[in-house]
């Protein structure tokens, strides 16, 4: 329901307004928020745009758009190993519907609060639906998680499982499933603590093999990928039996795991201590001097790539 | 003209990739900039969205939308007295168009470069044509301008002069206003200077009397206007000679000048430093304690307002 005479300034304060927080020295309702940086810190920053009918289907839960328009920011930020400390939250709406907003500032802030995020500004405009977040954190000097540290002879890795939202997306009717899709997780914890043991990550947004092209073209190097040992949820082994077709989904994109490369002797602590945060890490291959990115068979025989990821503009 | 199988890495690369700043300690090309704060400072930032149909028309030229893209952005970061440092660009658009991209990036890097603003982040996505900027700045920690510092007794000033934008925008055929609407200068050194003399400010986007507004409840006072006061330039006075005619433009939005408070023992001096980078600034009412924003003739009748600003959703 629109409602009438309701301006831009009550829907923000009604929906979006919250506590202070401390770590933000000033907060919504000025031209610009200001932000008190920690010393021996950098801040990461980046953004990304979800549009109705492209990121998300046009009658797609208010909730979940708001989660997801805050997830898929946050997992940038995790791919960098950064601690998130505040968004900015830009809303283009074909109206002032109340009963959305709602819905979606309630989606927005109950991953934003799980991870200590304040919302320190934005903009609301009318227009065809679309949700551009910015999201900031906080990383030690120097320590951030790049794209371009990649080494021969890494060990590739990936947190989690892959699959389960290009499966929800073709269609396949599963609880689980469908949360992977509109309620990603972003990988925070683990990022933080890959810090200290991996030389590159990505996440994986755009599917595996765009996103590891885009650590080994910034390296200068390439990748073998075993396409046995990606990782499948046991939802999606039991809903898709097919390899061949689990395979597509695994390689479809939309799963917000981290992709990284480990030294070898790296491995084995960073498993260890992503499990001490209830987070899986498995090998999938092994970083090498030929450029690009190439999946095998256990035997090595090399697989045709008939999925190289989500290209936004072919 | 749309080009096939130019993917959205390809297009970043060529129109929008430019040398590294050394402000910025890693720029486009990874899932998350990082920025190293200066020692001293806070961070400001802001964000805002250019939707085509609202904000300028569907065929507006490309050069102009991408510097009133960054323009809105750095106006918003002058009015808190920040130097603006660097930019993320959220692109959302129907297709991907080599010569209209080039010329969107021509007018954004006019503008970033004219104020040593770094492009370090965006998105490109595919959707109805809007764009989303944030804009960060730095400001000498605690002295940032704010909405909230205005008192009883300050004087109300506003910088350049008022109602050009909106004139152009009712169909007034002049270069010089069109340039004003489409290609807004953002008040940043006078931002700065005006730390040393202002207690409140805000940048003229709404409207006068709507953004004044916001001043006046942030700060708990109210303001008395005088319409003979409110600044022309020479090219509105010629084309809309009804005073009545050009006070609707003058209050229309869209400016991008900057209003203030100030004691009345820093007038002079704040004049005087503007006038050395060549921005006039006018008084033109006082902050009164009673809430509310009133326009007043010269001999103290009370004006109608029929123009509040521009209001988002209503």
Partial sequence: LTEQGVDEFALIQRYFQRPAQPTVALGIGDDAALIDPPAGHQLAICTDTLVAGRHFAPDAAGFDIGWKSLAVNLSDLAAMGAK?????????????????????????????????????????????????????????????????????????????????????????????????????????????????????????????????????????????????????????????????????HQLGGDDYELCLCLPPDNVTAAIEALAAVGVPLHVIGRVAAEPGVRLRTADGTLMPQAHSGYKHFE
């Fill in 84 to 248: 998130p400390q505040s968004a900015l939250l830009a809303l283009t709406l074909p109206e002032a519907d109340a009963s959305w907003l709602k819905a979606f500032s309630e989606g927005f802030f109950a991953l934003a609060e799980a991870h200590g995020v304040a919302l320190i500004g934005g903009d609301t405009t009318r227009g065809p639906l679309s949700i551009t977040v910015t999201a900031i954190g906080m990383v030690p000097s120097g320590r951030a998680l790049r794209r371009d540290g990649a080494r021969v002879g890494d060990m590739v890795c990936v947190t989690g499982t892959l699959g389960d939202a290009a499966a929800a997306l073709s269609g396949i009717d599963s609880v689980a499933m469908a949360m992977r899709l509109h309620r990603p997780e972003p990988r925070v914890a683990a990022g933080a603590l890959l810090r200290e043991h991996a030389s590159a990550a990505i996440d994986v947004s755009d599917g595996l093999l765009a996103d590891l092209g885009h650590v080994c073209a910034a390296s200068n190097v390439g990748a073998d990928l075993r396409d046995d040992l990606l990782p499948a949820s046991e939802a999606l082994l039991a809903a898709v039996p097919d390899a061949g077709i689990r395979l597509r």
